[in-house]
């Protein structure tokens, strides 16, 4: 028995040429990985019902912040006949515009230009806009103060219908129902804390805020990623949906935490 | 006797210390080493988020989806969510969970059948803990948990989420309503995430 005799002799390569093989190697599998994983993907999202194509990457996220605000101001002429020149509307049921988050309407924008948020209105408009108009107008609607001012044709804040509702709609707004299940508005949509893309709520008109509302619970809209609005709207009765609109839109979500209304 | 004299300033420890230094060190191997362990700890913390690029996403395996973009295809969809049938009999849950909210928010199970949950986080890290009970299942981002469950009794089981994750987390909680098997329907993909089909 040739106990010495080698099959293969030993390599005399550098040790850098073997550096150079194994990482030449490893490129040429991830290659093949990501080409092989690509075609097994090709077809996934065949019948997944998508909510909504907007995704809270890093990339997005700083892609929909970094508008340029003049050019905004350009374009976002065309919104003021609705939307209102100081981004108060003159109707109930048209969103202010002033004081909302920059994401969450360029989120809104994206999902009217893809058709996953349905408006007769704004789905041609948000259609019309090119990327980066949504980017710049969002950049300049997202920067209007929301300070009072009389001389302007808005309607909020409109007063409450019901002031009784003023209770329920401070409870809900500050510590939610945790019997239901229901988790308090501001946990989400401020003052206290916001989740990525949520808009705040502090200056929105309360009919607007009502229709949505419904909408979210008739599940005639449906671009809430991963579903918490149709679920919450769905576990609210219609009177507390009256209540919580209404208290928005009446400005109260402006004071801190509960100390409207609260008993 | 004169003493030897002292030839190296660590002598005075007693040989082991003298041997254990002058020991021979590839240094080249060990800065190989050093260096590849080094470049391997980058690939996680680099960008975590991402590892629906594919050949993280084939390393880690299909047990990791994405918690930004769940909504956007794969196992946790919307249309996957809730419980389903399989052909043995068993039925799969799979649940996400969002601050502050598990979706779905009410599932209808069968009873004295195995109950396999698979839960997801898109967000912070969550606790779906049944009340009464010490079972919790964590929910996790960018990883799935399973659990293994088999109710016996028909009723109301509710759940709340017991790890702390924001402003709304006290009133994070869900039902897992438990029917009789004969009376377990057959869900289409609109009713799974709900309890009102009956």
């Known amino acids: ?263 | 006797m004169v003493p030897a004299a002292v030839e190296h300033p660590l002598q005075a420890f007693g040989n082991r210390v003298v041997n254990r230094i002058e020991r021979n060190v590839n240094w080249r191997k060990l800065r190989t080493i050093l260096v590849t362990a080094f470049l391997l700890s980058l690939i996680p913390a680099t960008r975590y988020y991402q590892i629906d690029e594919p050949l993280l996403h084939w390393l880690r395996g299909p047990n990791h989806p994405d918690p930004l973009t769940l909504h956007l295809g794969g196992e946790f969809a919307e249309n996957n969510l809730g419980s389903e049938q399989n052909a043995d009999g068993s039925v799969t849950v799979r649940m996400i969970a969002e601050q502050y909210l598990f979706v779905p928010h009410c599932i209808l199970v069968p009873a004295g059948v195995p109950v396999h949950l698979r839960i997801t986080s898109a967000d912070a890290v969550h606790s779906l803990a049944f009340i009464g009970t010490d079972i919790a299942v964590k929910a996790s981002p960018g990883a799935v948990r399973e659990a293994q469950l088999q109710f016996s009794n028909p009723g109301e089981y509710k759940t709340a989420c017991r790890e702390f994750c924001g402003a709304g987390h006290y009133a994070m909680r869900s039902a897992l309503k438990v029917v009789p098997k004969e009376q377990f329907p057959v869900l289409s993909g609109d009713e799974r995430g709900t309890c009102a089909a009956q």
């Open chain 1, 1 to 263: 028995m040739r106990r010495n005799k080698r099959l293969i002799p030993q390599s005399s390569r550098s040790f850098y040429w073997r550096l150079r093989t194994a990482i030449i190697l490893a490129l040429a599998l991830a290659a093949a990985f990501t080409a092989t994983s690509i075609l097994l993907h090709a077809g996934d999202g065949a019948a997944e019902r998508i909510p909504s194509y907007v995704a809270w990457t890093p990339e997005n996220i700083v892609a929909a912040s970094s508008g340029n605000a003049f050019r905004g101001s350009l374009l976002a002429k065309r919104c003021d006949h609705c939307h209102g020149a100081e981004g108060f509307s003159s109707v109930g049921w048209t969103p202010n515009l002033a004081g909302m988050n920059t994401l969450a309407i360029w989120k809104q924008l994206q999902d009217f230009r893809s058709r996953k948020r349905t408006s007769r209105a704004m789905g041609p408009i948000a259609e019309s806009l090119s990327a980066r108009d949504v980017v710049d107008v969002v950049a300049y609607v997202s920067a209007l103060p929301v300070f009072p001012d009389p001389q302007d044709n808005r309607v909020f804040p409109q007063a409450q219908a019901d002031a009784a509702h003023s209770a329920i709609a401070s409870r809900l707004i500050t510590f939610g129902d945790g019997e239901r299940g229901i988790p308090p508005c501001q946990a989400c949509h401020g003052p206290v804390a916001y989740k990525v893309g949520v808009p705040s709520l502090m200056t929105q008109n309360g009919e607007y805020l009502l229709n949505q509302l419904e909408a979210f619970a008739n599940r005639t809209r449906t671009n809430d990623i991963n579903e918490p609005m149709r679920v919450i709207a769905g576990l609210l009765s219609e009177d507390e949906r009256h209540a919580i609109a209404e208290y928005y839109g009446a400005g109260l979500g402006l004071q801190p935490a509960g100390a409207a209304g609260a008993k």
